[in-house]
């Protein structure tokens, strides 16, 4: 049985269709995430897959449980990480996690096990019975996990965990998000990171304008709809600009940068600094980050 299974999903806010119709399926125990520019609906999607916000139409079934009609066993097998540090500033670390853990009805005692397991597991027991206030970023975020995990959820949502964060802080999640995937959650991500889709996630699709444009593995999208080899010109002079198309090689400019995209890359690249002087030309792999810009456009999102 797959983890989550959607058909026709939609939702319409009052002026706004935020989800027109999308379709996937989420298998139990993979790492699924969910790209696109702001405002493509992606965040909606997570909300209504944890029964936070109701579905307009279509199906949506998370563990073979309808999420319209029994939205209740859905909370109880799912963990959210929402975008925001929704914790409770007037509480200490450990408060927290205990005071969270009424919402599903575990008693003291066992609220109090499990919040050391996971105090333990995300590195904040030294913090424990420090105000909040006192954590980083990093350490809230782990906090947040820890207090999404709580219920020993199946699903795990996390929209956008590791915003804002330093390289450090990111890589310690990173860990943490790999473990709990290796140990069988289901975990569901969005992320404006394309690296770290690229790192964490089995599959995903990318969405725009309330629509999923593609979905696959990061190599499969790779594969399929970025170029091989890209060579990146930074302030090309006109003359190599003029000269890269003449020579037919596929190219496009972009603010101060052309990326061409040749058959054999170090060979233009050679080319490009001893004819022109080009100071800044860099040769590398087809990315996810160029899947992403190709099939959503360069345009900025507010
Ligand atoms: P993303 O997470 O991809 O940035 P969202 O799901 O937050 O996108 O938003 C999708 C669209 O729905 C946007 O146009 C946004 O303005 C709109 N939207 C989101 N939440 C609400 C809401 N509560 N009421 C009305 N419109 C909303």
């Not at 995937?181 to 889709?197: D, F, N, P, Q, V």
Request: net charge positive; with cysteine; glycine share 6%.
């Amino acid at each position: 049985m797959p983890a989550i299974t959607a058909t026709d999903l939609t939702k319409q806010y009052k002026d706004t269709l935020a989800v027109d119709r999308i379709a996937f399926e989420v298998r139990e125990g993979e790492c699924f995430g969910f790209l696109g520019p702001n405002g493509a609906g992606k965040t909606t999607t997570m909300k209504m897959i944890y029964g936070h916000s109701p579905i307009t139409s279509g199906r949506l079934e998370v563990f073979g449980i309808d999420v319209r009609t029994r939205v209740r066993e859905v909370k109880a097998q799912t963990g959210v990480c929402p975008q925001e540090d929704n914790l409770d500033p007037d509480f200490t670390v450990r408060r927290n996690l205990v005071v969270y853990c009424r919402y599903f009805g575990i008693d003291p005692a066992e609220a109090a096990k499990r919040s050391e397991e996971l105090l333990e597991f995300v590195a904040l027991r030294e913090k424990a019975d420090g105000p909040v206030m006192a954590l980083s970023g990093g350490m809230k975020r782990r906090l947040v996990l820890a207090r999404a995990l709580l219920n020993r959820p199946r699903l795990l949502i996390l929209d956008e965990p590791t915003t804002g964060l330093d390289p450090q802080a990111r890589q310690v999640l990173w860990e943490k998000i790999r473990e709990l995937r290796r140990k069988g959650t289901t975990i569901l991500l969005t992320t404006h990171y394309m690296e770290e889709a690229a790192q964490l996630c089995d599959r995903l699709v990318i969405m725009d304008k309330a629509k999923i444009l593609v979905k696959g593995s990061p190599a499969e999208l790779t594969a399929k709809h970025a170029r091989p080899t890209v060579v990146e010109v930074w302030n090309p002079p006109a003359a190599a600009e003029a000269w890269v198309k003449a020579r037919g090689t596929p190219c496009e400019r972009h603010g101060d940068r052309l990326y061409a995209y040749p058959d054999a890359g170090e060979a233009l690249q050679r080319e490009l600094v001893t004819r022109f002087n080009a100071e800044q030309v860099i040769v590398r792999r087809g990315t996810l980050e160029d899947v992403f810009l190709r099939l959503t456009g360069r345009d900025l999102r507010e």
